[in-house]
């Protein structure tokens, strides 16, 4: 089991930044896949920004709507997932979610954070 823990979000005026963390323990050694998604109010789960890990080389992919604004990143002894957002809109107002998924393709999610970019 893995369990993940979100923090850094809040409330920030249009043009500023925030940074989630996502905190996580238990059995994450077969960890390969680690991403931020979010859910704007009354829409979908949609996904933002994930690290792929394939042997030693690992790769970053992003929704469209976030690149050059977003950045994930990762620190592996603290085991800890970032999300650093530059830039923010109103339209990135959403509960956002990190998610681990391992190489057995069990995905674990962890409790949401709000964001809340004001005009």
């Known amino acids: 089991q893995v369990q993940l823990v979100e923090s850094g979000g809040g409330l920030v005026q249009a043009g500023g930044s925030l940074r989630l963390s996502c905190a996580a323990s238990?059995?994450?050694?077969?960890?390969?896949?680690m991403g931020w998604y979010r859910q704007p109010p009354g829409k979908e789960r949609e996904f933002v920004a994930g690290i792929t890990n394939i042997r030693t080389v690992s790769s970053t992919n992003y929704a469209d709507s976030v690149k050059g604004r977003f950045t994930i990143s990762r620190d592996n002894a603290k085991n800890t997932l970032y999300l650093q957002m530059n830039s923010l809109k109103p339209e990135d107002t959403a509960v956002y979610y990190c998610?681990?998924?391992?190489?057995?393709?069990?995905?674990?999610w962890g409790q949401g954070t709000q964001v809340t970019v004001s005009s």
């Open positions: 238990g059995s994450i050694f077969g960890i390969n896949v």
């Open positions: 998610s681990f998924r391992s190489i057995h393709f069990v995905n674990y």
